[in-house]
């Protein structure tokens, strides 16, 4: 793993009162980081060539290759009623599915990180919504948490050294302790619309 350097702490926020352990756990938290995309992009290239192997040797075989990829996860049904009957909402688009890693359910950083990378689909954001995230404004939004209740939080953008992503802050802190999110756990992050209003709605697998 890259050593870090003072650019992978851009976005480091040092409050006055931070005490020596909370310095330490700021450098976990952007080490783990760092490590958590680097793993990404290490299995996404291991995928390709596996695919690329499969495709080789059937074709040796003469077997039809191998031309479409696994189907991406469904909504499950249980939320995806929820959000249709019970609350209107329509254009429900995967966001990203990750596993979570310590900075995501560390309290002293109270965020969940949405790397660009990482990301399905940018297309549940509309034109106005992207230019006031690259505005640096916030977006006021509501979460389905994993229990069906609804939260309010801020969805931004970060831009960092090397990869840009997207951040829910505001409550996230309760929303990691109501759902008991704990690290390993792997979680989906729908994005859907009520009434042309963005919703989120997150799902522990």
């Known amino acids: 793993m890259e050593l ?17 352990m909370d310095y330490l756990l700021e450098v976990v ?16 290239k291991n995928g390709q060539l596996k695919r690329k192997r499969r ?8 077997k ?4 479409s990829y696994p189907s991406k996860p469904l909504l499950p049904e249980g939320l995806k009623r929820h959000i249709v009957e019970n609350m209107g909402g329509s254009n429900c ?26 990301v399905e689909s940018h297309e549940f954001l ?22 069906m209740e609804e939260t309010e939080i801020n969805f931004k953008w970060w831009d960092m050294r090397k990869n840009s992503m997207y951040v829910i802050t ?18 989906q992050l729908w994005s859907f619309r009520v009434n042309s209003t963005l919703y989120f709605a997150l799902q522990k697998l």
């Not at 495709?55 to 003469?62: A, L, M, P, S, T």
């Not at 039809?64 to 031309?67: L, S």
């Not at 996230?172 to 979680?187: F, T």
């Open 93 to 118: 688009v995967l966001v990203i599915q990750k596993q979570l890693f310590f900075s995501d359910v560390n309290p002293q950083a109270s965020r969940l990180l949405i790397p660009f990378s990482q």
């Open 4 to 20: 870090l350097s003072s650019e992978d702490f851009n976005n480091t926020k040092i409050e006055p009162e931070w005490t020596a």
């Open 55 to 62: 495709i080789q040797e059937d074709n040796k075989k003469n």
């Open 64 to 67: 039809r290759p191998i031309t």
């Open 170 to 187: 505001t409550s996230w802190n309760s929303i990691v302790k109501n759902n008991q999110l704990k690290v390993e756990d792997v979680v």
């Open 126 to 147: 509309n034109e106005s919504e992207v230019e006031r995230l690259k505005n640096k404004e916030a977006i006021k939004a509501c979460l389905v948490e994993p229990s």
């Open 29 to 44: 938290r952007v080490e783990q980081e760092k490590m958590q995309e680097q793993i990404f992009m290490k299995e996404k």
